[in-house]
């Protein structure tokens, strides 16, 4: 996969190990709520995470590094949310939060 190529690019590079670290991270949550959720229940929090994992792939290719590593954590975040509205019936009624409106 192209991005785990790019992720080991950033990693040899040593002061890149961190960011790249918080994005295979990101990208790993963003994989198990896809998984998880076949039916989308929970497509806005995962369509968020995708596209802030996607805007700290690109800060991490501009070398902006510390950048990267917030957006990443908030992908993350956001896979994380979708991951427990799927896993708890009860949150799939909830509306999302308002501190999730804010896109890339």
Same mark, same amino acid.
């Given at each position: 996969?192209?991005?785990?190529?790019?992720?080991?690019?950033?990693?040899?590079?040593?002061?890149?190990l961190?960011?790249?670290?918080?994005?295979?991270?990101?990208?790993?949550?963003?994989?198990?709520?896809?998984?998880?959720?076949?039916?989308?229940?929970?497509?806005?929090? +995962?369509?968020?995470?995708?596209?802030? *994992? =996607? %805007?700290?792939? $690109? /800060?991490a !290719?501009?070398? +902006?590094?510390?950048?990267?590593?917030? *957006? =990443? %954590?908030?992908? $993350? /975040?956001? !896979?994380?949310?979708?991951?427990?509205?799927?896993?708890?019936?009860?949150?799939?009624?909830?509306?999302?939060s308002?501190?999730?409106?804010?896109?890339?």
């Amino acid at each position: 996969m192209f991005h785990r190529a790019l992720l080991l690019t950033l990693a040899l590079s040593g002061c890149a190990l961190h960011a790249a670290s918080h994005l295979i991270q990101s990208q790993d949550a963003v994989d198990r709520a896809t998984a998880l959720d076949p039916e989308d229940r929970a497509l806005y929090e +995962r369509t968020q995470a995708e596209l802030w *994992l =996607a %805007e700290a792939r $690109r /800060e991490a !290719a501009h070398s +902006r590094y510390k950048s990267s590593v917030i *957006l =990443a %954590e908030r992908a $993350r /975040e956001h !896979a994380e949310r979708a991951i427990r509205r799927v896993s708890d019936p009860k949150a799939s009624e909830a509306v999302p939060s308002s501190e999730s409106a804010g896109a890339p």
